[in-house]
């Protein structure tokens, strides 16, 4: 037998080994949960337009933090000057919002409207002039940006801690605005 032949073979019983495992068909052929952000355009000039959704693809329940704002996807500016993505500045966690013990729960196949989490990222809401990086630097509105959401296979609440977080990037979106004040991007 040829070397060839033989890692050939080798390769083969590894996929067949692989193949029984319910490891490997859990994890790779059966994703348990796949979450898809949907009713986002590619291109917004306001962003009060922003009206995303996330549906669980999946085959188990996902689950949300029910503190605020956890539960909102976080708005993420690509700084082409540094070729990377700036989280918004996010406010501290509040447990005083209704339902803190009440984990949110999509189950398989259910989608769900997300407040946005652009509000926090802005100098002003009404009018604002700059997006406001979780550093505290200002940058232009007119760019790329994406929302990014996390999110627990266990309950998420007040009281319940998961022990593994995930999360999800929305597809890129552009955004076009007319600020009012001119930013420099560092």
């Not at 994703?31 to 291109?43: G, T």
């Not at 339902?99 to 196949?109: M, S």
């Not at 009281?159 to 076009?176: A, G, Y």
Request: hydrophobic letters at 35%.
């Amino acid at each position: 037998m040829t070397i060839n032949f033989k890692i050939t073979l080798a390769l083969i019983a590894l996929v067949l080994i692989l193949g029984e495992s319910p490891i490997f068909f859990s994890t790779v052929l059966q994703p348990k949960h796949h979450l898809k952000f949907e009713n986002l355009q590619v291109q917004y000039s306001n962003l009060s337009d922003l009206q995303p959704r996330i549906r669980n693809l999946g085959t188990q329940s996902i689950f949300l933090c029910s503190l605020h704002p956890q539960a909102a996807p976080r708005l993420c500016r690509f700084n082409p000057q540094q070729n990377t993505w700036e989280k918004g500045e996010w406010p501290r966690l509040c447990a005083s919002v209704s339902g803190v013990l009440n984990p949110i729960e999509i189950g398989p196949g259910q989608s769900m409207e997300l407040k946005a989490g652009w509000r926090y990222s802005l100098d002003d809401e009404s009018t604002p002039t700059v997006f406001t990086t979780e550093k505290e630097k200002t940058r232009p509105l007119t760019g790329k940006y994406k929302f990014l959401l996390q999110y627990s296979e266990e309950p998420w609440s007040y009281v319940n801690t998961p022990k593994r977080l995930f999360t999800v990037e929305s597809p890129v979106f552009k955004v076009i605005l007319e600020p009012t004040s001119s930013v420099r991007e560092d």
